[in-house]
């Protein structure tokens, strides 16, 4: 299989998780897609946990059982809540977010009647709202959730679900790579104490490892951490033996453990390739299931859409630099017919969404144009912190999606493309199913169809190894949320910060993020 051809199953994997966020029809599914497709059901965003005394629930279960102490596991029951069904459901997609720590810990999700994992999927702070998605498997009937240190309380939405017989298989999840000293992973091959002193690039095998099929997968579900980075860098994730992307995974900041899941299409050689860009610090690749190819798809080298930096560009020239947001706004971007997606038929479109110099804690709402802004959120991000996420979002009816940002304040928005997902399950556009495309085109001194709105309505926070090689880069690239034409903005970025798990410990490290954890009567997490 060439490369192109095996990066472009990879929408089959990212799109399966389409129309995650948006309005909702009386069954509860987003859009026609969600409805259609027997790939993957997506549902306007339930609450079916939320701890805090007093806060509400699709149904009233799950509510106000307050702070889950140290070395905690509660169940959170899913079938037949919040559009999920009763029966027929292999996987959920789930955003877990953790909220008023008192101590630095970690969270792991794993099914119900399962054994607990060695892993990690949301790692806290005090003083920090911290999300990340979870894709799980529904066990029992349940999902677990074991809190580590201190006490917290946890909150918990359904985005959607994968039925049985779906391209995606979810695993039990698995280490399949640590380079911290002392710790173990699922085949014992850790690289125990080598770390990461970038630029550099590690090489992770995941064909025929914790789970995973050893041939005939597309793309893997992992979740990436960052720990004690010692400098403001990147990280970006890609299929081993291809083209590093211009977009990355996540941003680091020294001190701070940085985790966020992502979805990847797998190399020829059965890996996936991890790239530092700058300091040093150890990473940690969990899987969590895995895609098998499909013809529904279409994959795009990053294309940038927005950029509202000064001196920015895009593909087009259209909606850059136009100036940072202000707080309580909306920014409605066109998506059709622009980098790579079609004029017509694409239905959900994936995107990175970076937030960019902040002056104050907020958080951003991605949704289709024309529906009702969801009880949800895609990223929160403190004062001062450059933070991205992964955003699978259905078209809406105009070909545009709407972009909220909270509070008073200001930020920069910066918008990558990496995908589309063809509408209403039917056959996809005639199409090539790559295309090439570039974020640094030149840019063009003025915006055009940029449209923002301004709001004053209060919206939820965050709803938001195996065999390894180490390679030097000879480039040194700057960090963090870097414009078009110097390093990558990152993609799929929640920023938390913490503990995480080895297989037998856990480590700790301290943060310096803050974000608002609002009550339900102003907003959610």
């Known amino acids: ?64 059982a307050g702070p889950v102490g140290a070395a905690t596991t509660i169940e959170v029951s899913v079938l037949g809540r919040g559009g999920v069904p009763r029966t027929g459901v292999a996987a959920v997609v789930l955003n877990v977010t953790a909220t008023e720590a008192t101590a630095v810990s970690y969270v792991t999700a794993f099914p119900g009647g399962e054994q607990q994992p060695g892993t990690s999927n949301v790692n806290l702070v005090p003083g920090a709202t911290v999300a990340n998605s979870v894709i799980v498997g529904v066990g029992d009937g349940t999902v677990r959730l074991f809190q580590h240190a201190g006490s917290a309380h946890l909150l918990v939405d359904v985005l959607g679900w994968f039925p049985v017989g779906s391209e995606f298989s979810a695993v039990a999840p698995q280490r399949l790579l640590d380079t911290r000293l002392g710790t173990a992973t699922t085949d014992g091959l850790a690289r125990a104490g080598a770390g990461v002193r970038g630029p550099a690039t590690v090489d992770v095998a995941v064909l025929g490892n914790g789970g995973v099929p050893a041939a005939h997968v597309a793309a893997v579900a992992v979740n990436i951490t960052a720990v004690d980075p010692t400098a403001e860098s990147y990280v970006s994730v890609y299929p081993s033996g291809g083209p590093r992307p211009l977009a990355s995974t996540l941003n680091v900041h020294p001190g701070t453990t940085t985790a966020n899941m992502t979805i990847v299409p797998v190399g020829a050689d059965g890996s996936i390739s991890l790239y530092l860009a700058g300091g040093a610090g150890d990473f940690v690749v969990d899987v969590l299931g895995w895609f098998a190819a499909s013809p529904w798809h279409t994959v795009l080298l990053p294309a940038r859409l927005v950029d509202t930096r000064a001196a920015s560009s895009t593909t087009d020239g259209r909606f850059e630099s136009s100036g940072a947001m202000r707080g309580g706004s909306e920014l409605h971007v066109m998506v ?67 972009i909220f940002l909270s509070g008073g304040g200001r930020a920069h928005l910066v918008v990558d493309v990496l995908g589309w997902f063809a509408d209403d399950g039917a056959a996809p556009p005639t199409t090539s199913t790559t295309t090439t495309s570039t974020t640094t085109t030149p840019s063009s001194t003025t915006p055009s169809s940029t449209t923002v709105t301004s709001t004053s309505s209060s919206a939820p926070t965050s709803t938001s190894a195996s065999t390894s090689t180490s390679t030097t880069s000879s480039s040194t690239t700057s960090t963090t949320t870097p414009s078009t034409t110097t390093t990558p903005s990152t993609t799929s970025t929640s920023s938390s910060t913490t503990s995480m798990p080895t297989s037998t410990s856990t480590s700790s490290t301290t943060s310096t993020t803050s974000t608002t954890s609002p009550t339900t009567s102003t907003s959610t997490t």
């Open 336 to 402: 059709a017919g622009r980098g790579g997606v079609p004029s017509t038929g694409a239905g959900t479109v994936v995107l990175n969404v970076t937030v960019v110099d902040p002056t104050e804690a907020l958080y951003v709402t991605v949704y289709p144009s024309g529906a009702p802004r969801p009880l949800a959120s895609n990223l929160n991000a403190g004062a001062g912190r450059n933070t991205a996420n992964l955003v699978i979002v259905p078209v809406g009816p105009d070909g545009r999606v709407s």
């Open 1 to 64: 299989m060439s490369m192109r051809t095996m990066v472009a199953t990879v929408l089959a994997a990212t799109l399966a998780v389409a129309a995650v966020i948006g309005g909702a029809g009386l069954d509860g599914r987003v859009g026609r897609a969600a409805a259609a497709s027997p790939r993957f059901v997506g549902l306007a965003p339930a609450r079916l946990l939320d701890t805090r005394s007093g806060a509400p629930t699709v149904d009233g279960a799950g509510s106000g």
